[in-house]
């Protein structure tokens, strides 16, 4: 039995302590017997946006027609994480546009999607960029090597040399870049993903 998840849901497995974990596996479960509906994904405009933006050749302005496009509770924290990733765009303005690789990070019969939504070419490397959008929240560091990490092992071997695996904490326009190989964090990534299937068997 194939188990698909979101990378969201997976980080929150993570993150979480003991009972956390339950109740991750569990709203993942129920979840997953309810079809995809855009309208409730709270940040779903923002990244067709910025990536239909980009498409057509960057501009500020364009970007920023979003936070109109929402209902008034969300646009004071859509213009926020606009405001992130002007910031983070306003130091690459060279930029170029590739359409990035979507993959999923298979360990058993655990499949997280990977799905990074941005990927740009910027002096001679290729960045593919997974989107962290948060208003309360914070990423990390180690939050930022488990992501890469799975962004690196769902390739595979056959990529550009010149390709990062990145992630933006949007709000801050922060941009982690992964780091060397780490055995230990593969290792507990393995780990973590035989724990949430046997979860989710279990419950």
Not at 83 to 112: I, M
Not at 138 to 156: N, V
Request: some cysteine.
């Amino acid at each position: 039995m194939t188990i698909n998840v979101s990378l969201t849901t997976f980080m929150s497995y993570l993150n979480g302590s003991s009972y956390s974990k339950i109740k991750t596996v569990q709203k993942a479960k129920e979840e997953s017997m309810v079809e995809y509906e855009p309208y409730k994904d709270y940040w779903f405009k923002f990244r067709n946006k910025v990536v239909s933006v980009h498409k057509a050749g960057f501009n500020e302005d364009n970007l920023r027609t979003v936070i109109d496009d929402v209902p008034d509770d969300r646009q004071m924290n859509y213009k926020t994480i606009v405001d992130g990733y002007c910031k983070f765009l306003n130091k690459r303005k060279k930029a170029v546009w590739r359409d990035p690789v979507q993959k999923k990070w298979v360990k058993g019969n655990l499949h997280v999607s990977i799905n990074p939504e941005v990927c740009l070419e910027h002096k001679g490397k290729i960045y593919l960029i997974k989107l962290f959008i948060h208003i309360n929240e914070k990423m990390s560091r180690k939050q930022a090597d488990l992501i890469t990490t799975l962004m690196r092992d769902s390739l595979g071997k056959k990529v550009p040399d010149n390709l990062v695996c990145c992630v933006l904490d949007v709000k801050k326009g922060t941009l982690y870049e992964e780091r060397e190989d780490n055995p230990v964090i593969k290792a507990l990534l393995d780990a973590e993903a035989l724990g949430f299937a046997e979860l989710w068997k279990q419950l």
